[in-house]
C-alpha cells in the first residue's frame, strides 16, 4: 500500500515543459514591480486565486503554523493581508509580529517567497476591509485585523525544464 503511494507520487507530473524564461539581470529595482508582473502573469495564464498565498507564523513555544490568505493591497506600508485577532495566526502575530508568505503559480512553475515584520493596520482599514468582503452582511466585525507584511527579504524562483532553476533574491533593510 504504501510502496504503491509512493510510486504514484514519484510518477505524477513535473512542471509543464513550456515555462516562461526568467532573467535576473533585467529585473526591476523594485521586488513589489516584480511581482505585480509576476501576478499579470499568472491571471494571464489562468491561474486560479493568483493572489493567495500560504502564511508562516510562530507560535509561543516556537511551533510553526501556516494557512492560506488571500494578498489584499500592495503598497508603500507593505503586503496586506487580513484575519481575525482571535484567530491562532491573529494571536501569533501579536505574540511575534513576524512572519512568512509563499505564493505559488504551478502552471508557470513559479514561487515568491515573503519574509518580514508585520505590523497592525489602522482600525477604519480595518473596517473598510471587513465590509468590503464578497460574503459581507454589513455587520461589523472588531476581531477583523488588516496587517501589513514588511518584507527584508523577497525571493522569485523560476524552475527550468532544464532544471537550472533561477532565484532572483532581494535584502531589503528593515526601517
Ligand atoms: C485560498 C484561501 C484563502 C483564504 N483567505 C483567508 C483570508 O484572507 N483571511 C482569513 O482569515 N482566512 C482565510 N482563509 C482561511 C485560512 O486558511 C484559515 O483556515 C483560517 O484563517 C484559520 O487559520 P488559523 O487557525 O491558522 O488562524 C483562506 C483559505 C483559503 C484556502
Do not use: C
Not at 7 to 13: E, G, I, K
Not at 53 to 77: C, H, Q, W, Y
Not at 162 to 170: A, D, N
Request: proline share 10%; net charge negative.
Amino acid at each position: 500500500m504504501s510502496e504503491s503511494f509512493r510510486s504514484m507520487l514519484r510518477a505524477l507530473p513535473d512542471f509543464p515543459a513550456d515555462l516562461p524564461v526568467f532573467d535576473p539581470a533585467s529585473a526591476p529595482q523594485d521586488p513589489a514591480e516584480l511581482f505585480r508582473s509576476w501576478l499579470d502573469e499568472a491571471l494571464a495564464a489562468g491561474v486560479p486565486q493568483p493572489h493567495s498565498f500560504s502564511l508562516a507564523t510562530v507560535g509561543a513555544d516556537g511551533m510553526p503554523s501556516s494557512r492560506m490568505l488571500i494578498l489584499k493591497n500592495l503598497d508603500a506600508e507593505g503586503w496586506h493581508f487580513a484575519t481575525s485577532l482571535a484567530s491562532r495566526k491573529g494571536r501569533e502575530l501579536t505574540q511575534h509580529p513576524l512572519a512568512a508568505m509563499n505564493f505559488f503559480w504551478s502552471a508557470l512553475g513559479r514561487q515568491v517567497r515573503v519574509v518580514g515584520p508585520v505590523v497592525e493596520l489602522s482600525a477604519e482599514a480595518s473596517a473598510a476591509d471587513w465590509s468590503e468582503r464578497p460574503s459581507t452582511d454589513g455587520t461589523p466585525n472588531p476581531t477583523w485585523q488588516l496587517y501589513a507584511l514588511r518584507p527584508v527579504e523577497v525571493e522569485f524562483w523560476q524552475a527550468d525544464p532544464g532544471r537550472k532553476h533561477v532565484r532572483h533574491r532581494y535584502s531589503i533593510p528593515a526601517g
